[in-house]
C-alpha cells in the first residue's frame, strides 16, 4: 500500500513570498490532515477535512494560510504571505475516518525555511 | 496551554538498556494515548498506543504503562538498540466527534552502541 505522498520535500524562500504544498493521501482516505512541527516540537494540527470539507481549522492563521481539498482527494496548503516564524516541517496525514479508532498515517513532510 | 507535557526533552541509554519516556496530561476527557516514532526525514508512525481502561499495554520491546489517577503514561523500550535511536512523541485524543491529535514536544532517544 502507497504511503502519503508530498511534495516538495523542501522549500526555501524569503518572506512576504507565498508557497504551496502538496499531499496525495492514502487512497480511501477520507480524512485528512495537515500539521505544522516546528524544530524542537510535537506536531501542531492546522486543518483537518472530512471527505473535502473542512471539520477543525481553528489553529489555521487564515489571514495567511489556506488549504483545500478538492474531490476529496488531494489537498494543497498555501501560505501567503510568508513570515519567518513559518520556518517548519508541514507534515500531512490521512485516516480511514474520524476518531481514535483509525490511525493516522504521516507522510514524509516538506521542510520550509523562510529567510 | 500545553495539554500533554513529555519528558525528558532528551535520552541517552546504552545498548541493551531500558529507555523510559514519560507523559502527563490535563484533559480527563482524553481516552486514546499513542505513542510515535520519528527518524531523521520521516513523518511520524504509529508505534503503540493504549486506552485508560487496562494499565500497561505491550508489544515486543516497547510497553506503555498506564496510570489514570495521576494522569500519566509512560513508555518503555526493553534492550534498546541503536536502530530505536530516533524521536518519541506521545499523543493524546479525545473520541468525540472530529477530535484531534494532541501532541508532546518529542523526546529525542540516542542508544549508544
Known amino acids: 500500500e502507497a504511503g502519503v505522498a508530498q511534495s516538495p520535500r523542501y522549500k526555501i524562500i524569503e518572506k512576504r513570498q507565498s508557497v504551496a504544498f502538496w499531499c496525495n493521501p492514502i487512497?480511501?482516505?477520507?480524512?485528512l490532515y495537515w500539521y505544522q512541527q516546528i524544530l524542537g516540537q510535537g506536531p501542531k494540527l492546522l486543518i483537518q477535512?472530512?471527505?473535502?470539507?473542512?471539520?477543525?481549522d481553528s489553529q489555521l492563521p487564515k489571514d495567511r494560510f489556506s488549504a483545500e481539498r478538492l474531490k476529496g482527494v488531494d489537498s494543497t496548503l498555501k501560505i501567503q504571505p510568508a513570515k519567518l516564524e513559518d520556518s517548519a516541517v508541514y507534515l500531512c496525514?490521512?485516516?480511514?475516518?474520524?476518531?481514535?479508532?483509525?490511525?493516522?498515517?504521516f507522510g514524509p513532510g516538506t521542510r520550509l525555511t523562510v529567510t | 496551554q500545553q495539554q500533554v507535557k513529555q519528558s525528558p526533552q532528551s535520552l541517552i541509554v546504552q545498548k541493551g538498556g531500558i529507555s523510559i519516556i514519560n507523559c502527563a496530561y490535563e484533559?480527563?476527557?482524553?481516552?486514546?494515548f499513542p505513542w510515535y516514532q520519528q527518524f531523521p526525514g520521516k513523518g511520524p508512525a504509529l508505534l503503540i498506543a493504549?486506552?485508560?481502561?487496562?494499565s500497561e499495554k505491550k508489544e515486543g520491546r516497547f510497553t506503555i504503562s498506564f496510570n489514570k489517577s495521576a494522569k500519566q503514561f509512560s513508555l518503555h523500550i526493553m534492550d534498546s538498540q541503536p536502530g530505536d535511536s530516533a524521536t518519541y512523541f506521545c499523543?493524546?485524543?479525545?473520541?468525540?466527534?472530529?477530535?484531534?491529535?494532541?501532541f508532546g514536544k518529542g523526546t529525542m532517544l540516542l542508544v549508544s552502541p
Open positions: 496525514a490521512s485516516s480511514l475516518g474520524v476518531g481514535s479508532t483509525y490511525e493516522q498515517y
Open positions: 487512497s480511501g482516505h477520507a480524512t
Open positions: 477535512f472530512q471527505n473535502n470539507g473542512v471539520v477543525d
Open positions: 484533559n480527563t476527557a482524553f481516552d486514546y
Open positions: 493504549i486506552r485508560p481502561d487496562v
Open positions: 499523543a493524546a485524543r479525545m473520541n468525540s466527534g472530529y477530535s484531534t491529535l494532541t
